[in-house]
């Protein structure tokens, strides 16, 4: 009789488990990472366009695109000319991207962030009259995509350089 008793605890052990095991199997299997991450220009600015997996059905994520940037400014004459070539700065600085993106059914996100330049009111250069301030080169370096919600990362080694100082 103790032993009967012994194998039924046991048998209503093992199903215990079993169903846990059956209702938590696609939290343990969630494993989250870029299964793509690429990088694009528009003008001065830079996308990155990824798919993120393995987040389970409807996680909500916040994904930060971060990078450090030189950009030179120079004073822009009428004729798209810069008539003095000391009449230039550069400015170094950080750029953040950040948004909230919601997996579907199959545990994955699709999206694009977007760093854009530092603006020409943001570097306390100034030019004399009858020439404009212009960005006219900036190289991006130090390019990560992280998803502060899951931990996944995926860093772009190399810098990226637009334009050209005149």
């Given at each position: 009789?103790?032993?009967?008793?012994?194998?039924?605890?046991l048998g209503t052990a093992l199903a215990a488990l079993f169903a846990l095991l059956l209702s938590?199997?696609?939290?343990l299997a969630d494993s989250p990472h870029f299964v793509s991450a690429s990088l694009s220009t528009s003008g001065f600015g830079l996308t990155a366009t990824f798919k993120e997996a393995g987040l389970g059905s409807g996680t909500t994520v916040t994904i930060t695109l971060n990078a450090s940037y030189d950009a030179v400014f120079q004073c822009i004459n009428g004729g798209r000319k810069n008539p003095s070539a000391s009449n230039k700065t550069t400015i170094s600085g950080d750029a953040t991207a950040s948004g909230q993106f919601t997996s579907g059914k199959n545990g994955n996100v699709n999206g694009s962030l977007t760093?854009?330049?530092p603006s020409a009111d943001s570097n306390g250069f100034s030019?004399?009259?009858g020439q404009t301030e212009t960005l006219t080169q900036i190289t991006w370096s130090d390019v990560s995509l992280v998803d502060a919600t899951s931990g996944a990362?995926?860093?772009f080694p190399g810098t990226w350089t637009f334009g050209q100082a005149l």
């Amino acid at each position: 009789m103790p032993m009967r008793m012994c194998l039924r605890a046991l048998g209503t052990a093992l199903a215990a488990l079993f169903a846990l095991l059956l209702s938590t199997g696609p939290a343990l299997a969630d494993s989250p990472h870029f299964v793509s991450a690429s990088l694009s220009t528009s003008g001065f600015g830079l996308t990155a366009t990824f798919k993120e997996a393995g987040l389970g059905s409807g996680t909500t994520v916040t994904i930060t695109l971060n990078a450090s940037y030189d950009a030179v400014f120079q004073c822009i004459n009428g004729g798209r000319k810069n008539p003095s070539a000391s009449n230039k700065t550069t400015i170094s600085g950080d750029a953040t991207a950040s948004g909230q993106f919601t997996s579907g059914k199959n545990g994955n996100v699709n999206g694009s962030l977007t760093l854009s330049a530092p603006s020409a009111d943001s570097n306390g250069f100034s030019c004399p009259k009858g020439q404009t301030e212009t960005l006219t080169q900036i190289t991006w370096s130090d390019v990560s995509l992280v998803d502060a919600t899951s931990g996944a990362s995926e860093t772009f080694p190399g810098t990226w350089t637009f334009g050209q100082a005149l």
